[in-house]
């Protein structure tokens, strides 16, 4: 096996590191592994059509430039603060051959989902795969106290109403064969005190994927979530106080890679997939989930 045939792991340990929010992959010590070097396609989507919010960076990069290796074109959503985190996961995309469509987008807001949607409706005529990954999270371990309704609104409109208003919108431009993926946590079922609001999101993710997943079942189209561990992304270091032990909590007593979340997506995305909906796929590193 070559060297880089499987994503880096990140050391137990590594430095104590903060960025304000949205954060940034580059200044990350160790960088975050998107499967740059790791990841090899064999096929599985090809000329699928498929959108992917938070695709600037973390898992929604590893996700974009994975189905991109397995032949999908990809549009993706970022920040408007985001564009130059952006910009490198469209050229991974294009390096792969594939059409990369990079969508400034707060999907807080209804319009703006509608116009995405949209968009991708123009772009492509139909949508065959919509990745509901985009969260936000802030860490208050002073607890329940300390989260402002500034706060608990943003976690739920960008958690929850997003996920909503664009699986909705998207529907009726899926056919059979066509899935919706969503990105729960192992905070849906272990939630920790610090992450309240947001592990309450996770929950409610879990519940969205299964019941949504029966309402559509008799149109071909499959719903299905992935709910990872712990994942080194620019989130961490923008909403976590204290970095050095993230991730410790697992089993494999570290945190993951991005690219280690991707094939999960991919196998789901894929007609590999086909009897499978309304499944939550277990990604966190060795915690039982429910």
């Not at 999270?137 to 109403?161: C, K, W």
């Not at 431009?173 to 969503?182: K, R, Y």
């Not at 299964?210 to 992304?233: E, F, H, K």
């Not at 961490?236 to 909590?249: H, L, R, S, V």
Request: aromatic share 6%; glycine share 8%; proline share 9%.
């Amino acid at each position: 096996m070559s060297e880089t045939s499987q994503p880096r792991q990140p050391e137990p340990d590594f430095p104590q590191q903060e960025q304000q929010h949205p954060g940034r992959t580059e200044p990350m010590d160790p960088p975050p592994d998107h499967g740059e070097a790791s990841y090899r396609g064999a096929g599985r989507l090809q000329e699928r059509k498929a959108v992917v919010t938070g695709g600037d960076s973390g898992i929604g990069r590893a996700v974009a430039l994975a189905f991109a290796r397995e032949g999908a074109d990809v549009l993706f959503t970022h920040l408007p603060e985001e564009g130059g985190e952006a910009e490198e996961t469209a050229r991974l995309v294009r390096d792969a051959g594939r059409t990369a469509v990079s969508v400034p987008c707060d999907i807080r807001e209804e319009e703006q989902c509608r116009r995405l949607i949209e968009r991708a409706a123009q772009e492509w005529g139909r949508i065959d795969i919509l990745v509901n990954n985009a969260a936000y999270q802030m860490s208050q371990p002073d607890g329940i106290q300390a989260i402002t309704t500034e706060q608990f609104d943003r976690v739920m409109r960008t958690n929850l109403y997003g996920m909503f208003w664009l699986s909705k919108m998207a529907l009726p431009h899926m056919q059979q064969g066509s899935s919706i993926i969503n990105t729960t946590s192992v905070q849906a079922y272990q939630p920790s005190p610090h992450l309240l609001d947001y592990a309450m999101t996770k929950g409610a993710i879990v519940t969205f994927t299964q019941g949504l997943a029966q309402m559509v079942a008799s149109d071909g189209i499959r719903v299905n979530a992935v709910a990872p561990g712990p994942v080194w992304t620019p989130l961490i270091p923008a909403t976590m106080p204290d970095t050095t032990e993230f991730g410790k909590q697992s089993p494999l007593g570290r945190p993951a890679q991005p690219a280690e979340m991707a094939p999960a997506y991919v196998f789901l995305a894929s007609p590999e997939a086909s009897y499978i909906t309304a499944e939550i796929v277990n990604a966190t590193g060795g915690s039982p989930i429910g």
